[in-house]
Structure formats: C-alpha cells, structure tokens
C-alpha cells in the first residue's frame, strides 16, 4: 500500500519561496518514480517535477530554473524546493508515484497520490 503525504504549502508573495515535502510509505521509492503534479482552478493536471530512482529529473518548461525536485532516502521523503515564485505557480500541489520507467511529467501515468498542499502567490 502507498502512502503519500504533503506538507509545506501556504501563502507567499511573489518572489518568495517554499519547500513542499511528501512523506512517503515504506519501499516506494524504490518501487517507483516519483513526481509533483499541480492543479489551479479550473485547469487541469500539469505535472511540473519528475525524478527516477537515481537522480534523473524532469521539469516543466514552466517551472524549469526555478523549482528543483529531490528525495531522501533515509527520511522517506520526497521535496519540491520552489523559488522566485509567480502567482500563476497557485494551485494544490500533489505528490504522486508512478510505475513508469521514465521520469514522467504526463498526470495520467500516476496511480498514487497524496491528497495534496495548497500553495498561493499573491
């Protein structure tokens, strides 16, 4: 069973910065990649961060430069550092896994997902 759980959003001026960071169950990083997908009203899924069971990363043309995706393994944990923060980055953040064998950036290919964290830039 994986378990995925975020923490870290919230409100933050344009410019500003948040860690977002997803608790993960057991082998799931081992078992699977790994990503951050976002959600802003009324639009759909985008995944913005994608990372493999190495190092290999994938990022969104959006968010490139400015976010950057990593996880640890002792802690079991998954993070999103998000910098220069715009207020088109609002929207509920989640974390999710994918049994991909490529850091995927496509919503469709995760199965689990965390019941997401709010951020807003304003």
């Known amino acids: 069973q994986v378990q995925l759980v975020e923490s870290g959003g919230g409100l933050v001026q344009p410019g500003g910065s948040l860690r977002l960071s997803c608790a993960a169950s057991g082998s799931t990083f081992i078992r699977y990649f790994m990503g951050w997908i976002r959600q802003a009203p009324g639009k759909e899924r985008e995944g913005v961060a994608s990372?493999?069971?190495?190092?290999?990363?994938s990022y969104s043309d959006s968010v490139k430069g400015r976010f950057t995706i990593s996880k640890d393994y002792a802690k079991n944990t998954l993070y999103l550092q998000m910098n220069n923060l715009k207020p088109e980055d609002t929207a509920m953040y989640f974390c999710?896994?994918?049994?991909?064998?490529?850091?995927?950036?496509?919503?469709?290919?995760?199965?689990?997902w965390g019941q997401g964290t709010q951020v807003t830039v304003s």
């Open positions: 999710a896994a994918t049994p991909s064998w490529y850091p995927t950036l496509s919503a469709a290919e995760y199965n689990y």
């Open positions: 990372i493999d069971s190495t190092i290999a990363t």
